[in-house]
């Protein structure tokens, strides 16, 4: 889900992934992993980064962060290497 949303938000400003991690200051391969799915829970500062860098304002980007925390406030984290709650 927010690796789909880091592509989106890409194309929409029309950059390469190149471009996203020097405006984000991170490495390419970074984001290739978040857009991949590789990377599925990033830190938050990185989130940070990253929607700063797709220009993200208001909504969207309250659904970008909601996205990179992947569950609502509330429900248990699920430990995927393990399947069991957290």
Do not use: C, K, W
Not at 26 to 40: C, D, H, P, T, Y
């Amino acid at each position: 889900m927010l690796g789909d949303m880091v592509r989106a938000g890409r194309r929409r400003i029309s950059v390469s992934q190149q471009e996203l991690a020097e405006r984000a200051g991170l490495s390419v391969r970074s984001i290739g992993n978040i857009e991949n799915g590789r990377i599925a829970t990033p830190r938050a500062s990185t989130v940070r980064l990253l929607a700063d860098a797709l220009e993200l304002a208001g909504p969207v980007r309250e659904a970008f962060f909601a996205a990179a925390v992947g569950r609502r406030s509330g429900q248990p984290r699920v430990d995927r290497s393990y399947g069991t709650t957290a």
